[in-house]
């Protein structure tokens, strides 16, 4: 006989469950990628070289017109600067006055990760910057000027680039959205939970 379970729901005894039949697990094996000669991959290294440079080219195109655009409110209300309107119309968050990127920036940002993936490999715990700042500066100052240098230089640039991809990059609307929505319903279900636990005041 089906139980109604304090939930509300229906259960059924096991024993009166009817099994029409036995899954059979399948796999699906992946289609091996076809392999390439070096002039393909070469060719198909060239064509992502050109849409990219294409796609840097329109974008900076766009930053002109919406620059200009800019201008245009500043002069039609000038209570606020350029930027403030490009940060209002761009929906950006307002970000701290950006540190210039340093050469012992780029040195910890390197050591730092190959010392946690040594780390992790070992079974050991990630550990932050701050943690191994002791360590880090010792290393740099055994180091000689041509070394910082010869070490730095790369990771200067990728960390550049990554601060501009932060700065400028595309907006992913489902995902922004998908968060508001998160933590819109965080905070309802905090406050309904606040709202249930408050005693009741006598009237």
Same mark, same amino acid.
């Given at each position: 006989? !089906? ?5 509300? +729901?229906? /259960? ?16 699906? *094996? $992946?289609?091996?990628? !076809? *392999? ?7 060719? $198909? /290294? ?7 440079? *294409?796609? /840097?080219?329109?974008?900076?195109? +766009? %930053?002109?017109i919406i620059s200009r655009l800019m201008e245009c409110l500043h002069d039609e209300f000038p209570?606020?600067? !350029?930027?403030?309107?490009h940060q209002f119309v761009m929906q950006q968050p307002k970000l701290p006055n950006e540190k ?9 940002? @390197?050591?730092?990760?190959k010392d946690n993936n040594a780390q992790e490999a070992d079974g050991g715990e990630h550990q932050? =910057?701050?943690?191994?700042?002791? @360590? @880090? ?13 010869? @070490? ?15 700065? %400028?990059? =595309?907006?992913? =609307? ?7 929505? %998160? ?19 006598? !009237?």
């Amino acid at each position: 006989m !089906p139980v109604v379970t304090e939930a509300g +729901v229906l /259960q059924f005894d096991n024993k009166a469950r009817v099994v029409t039949g036995k899954r059979v697990a399948t796999s699906r *094996k $992946r289609k091996a990628a !076809p *392999k390439l000669s070096k002039e393909e991959r070469e060719h $198909r /290294q060239q064509e992502r070289n050109a849409h990219k440079a *294409k796609l /840097q080219s329109c974008i900076a195109d +766009v %930053h002109e017109i919406i620059s200009r655009l800019m201008e245009c409110l500043h002069d039609e209300f000038p209570e606020h600067s !350029p930027g403030y309107y490009h940060q209002f119309v761009m929906q950006q968050p307002k970000l701290p006055n950006e540190k210039k990127i340093t050469q012992w920036m780029a040195f910890t940002s @390197l050591e730092a990760v190959k010392d946690n993936n040594a780390q992790e490999a070992d079974g050991g715990e990630h550990q932050r =910057v701050s943690g191994l700042s002791k @360590l @880090l500066s010792e290393r740099w100052n055994t180091l000689s000027e041509e070394e910082k240098d010869a @070490l730095t230089t790369d990771r200067m640039k990728e960390l550049e680039e990554r601060r501009k991809d932060k700065k %400028h990059g =595309v907006r992913n =609307v489902a995902l922004s959205a998908f968060q508001d929505m %998160h933590i819109t319903m965080t905070k309802v279900y905090e406050e309904v939970r606040s709202n249930t636990d408050r005693p009741v005041s006598d !009237p």
